[in-house]
Structures are given as structure tokens and as C-alpha cells.
């Protein structure tokens, strides 16, 4: 278990940039995947991106190229860049962490931060 706070949204205009904060509140080297998604008002929450104890990462097609995840053990961290921002991109955006095994796996979700991108 591990509680999440992200940070850094906020309203950017068409094909700018934001760099999204995931905090957690414990370290992050033995959860196996943590990662970030996403959910537009009147649509299904989507994944975005993820990242493994690894350094493994995955991406959803809408994102490649433009998104890149990223995390800092030292700092209890994961980070979202956000690159060539578009109107569809504007959505709540949700930190992940899975962790554990067997009966001790669990997943948590941070509270969402805002993103906003102006046409």
C-alpha cells in the first residue's frame, strides 16, 4: 500500500508542454508498475503510460512520441512529460502504483491533477 499525490497540471495552449508529479509517500524501488491515466469528462478512464521497478515502459498509442515517463527512486517519484500538447489531451490525469504479490498485491490511485490544453 502506498498513498499517491500528483501535481503539476494546469491550462497550457496547443503544442505546449507540462511535466506532471506523482509523490509517493514510501519507496517506490520494489512496487512493480506504476503509471499514469487519464479520463475525460463523459469518457472512460484510459491508460496513458507505465513504468516498471525495471525501467520498462509502455505507452498508449495516442501518446507515443510526445509523452515520456519517467521516475526518480532517490525522490519517491514518477513524472509525466508532456510534449505537443492537443485539445484531446485535456482530461484529469491519475497516478497508479501495483504492487505487492500473491494475497499482498494491491493498487493505488493518487486523486487526479487538471490538464487543460486551449486550441
Known amino acids: 500500500q502506498v498513498q499517491l499525490v500528483e501535481s503539476g497540471g494546469g491550462l497550457v495552449q496547443a503544442g505546449g508542454s507540462l511535466r506532471l508529479s506523482c509523490a509517493a509517500s514510501r519507496s517506490i524501488f520494489s512496487i512493480n508498475t506504476m503509471g499514469w491515466s487519464r479520463q475525460a469528462p463523459g469518457k472512460q478512464r484510459e491508460l496513458v503510460a507505465t513504468?516498471?521497478?525495471?525501467?520498462?515502459?509502455n505507452y498508449a498509442d495516442f501518446v507515443k512520441g510526445r509523452f515520456t515517463v519517467s521516475r526518480d527512486n532517490s525522490k519517491n517519484t514518477i513524472y509525466l512529460e508532456m510534449n505537443s500538447l492537443k485539445p484531446e489531451d485535456t482530461a484529469v490525469y491519475y497516478c497508479?502504483?501495483?504492487?505487492?504479490?500473491?494475497?499482498?498485491?494491491?493498487?493505488?490511485w493518487g486523486q487526479g491533477t487538471q490538464v487543460t490544453v486551449s486550441s
Open positions: 513504468i516498471t521497478a525495471s525501467g520498462s515502459t
Open positions: 497508479h502504483a501495483q504492487g505487492g504479490i500473491g494475497a499482498g498485491r494491491f493498487t493505488n
